[in-house]
């Protein structure tokens, strides 16, 4: 989006990024597709140049903190992330049981009904409200946030039962996704 002040101008920096469904959709509350979204972060860090630092899947959205090594573009890596996700569940939606996709998949056509670049659905929202992490204090903040999200969200009492995290990690237990620790 042109108009975006949270866009991720270096592909070199630290980001905490929040990646949201249209219409904030809880799709995520099918672990399917919360296992997508886990294989493509997987993915990304062992083809696609992707460090991911912290992460969390919540009902209708994600956050991330992670940056890109050498040579590749963070921007590149999320939109393909996007890109593939959305067709994966998209496609999981459409085939596997699930009582609401009449109303899920007609809210992503609607969000792409009046878009020329989108050929059917819409999944993600536009941008990924990126803030450049540029200091410790900020970085520590977001860390926290994303661990604490699902505890706010009372899905747990403690970050670290999340399996859907990082924070498991944090915890010095094994997680879904291997990270690059914040010290």
Known sequence: MSGDRYLIADQQAIYFLTLTVVDWVDVFTRKEHRLKIVESLSYCQSHKGLILYAWVVMSNHLHLIASAKEGYILSDIIRDF???TAKAIIAGVSTEPESRRDWMLYRFEFAGKFLKR??????????????????NHLMEQKLHYIHHNPVEALIVSEPEHYIFSSARQYAGQVGLISCVLIE
């Not at 989108?118 to 990126?130: L, P, S, V």
């Open 82 to 84: 996007k890109k593939f």
């Open 118 to 135: 989108i050929k059917k659905y819409k999944f993600w929202r536009d941008g990924n409200h990126a803030i450049v992490l540029d200091t």
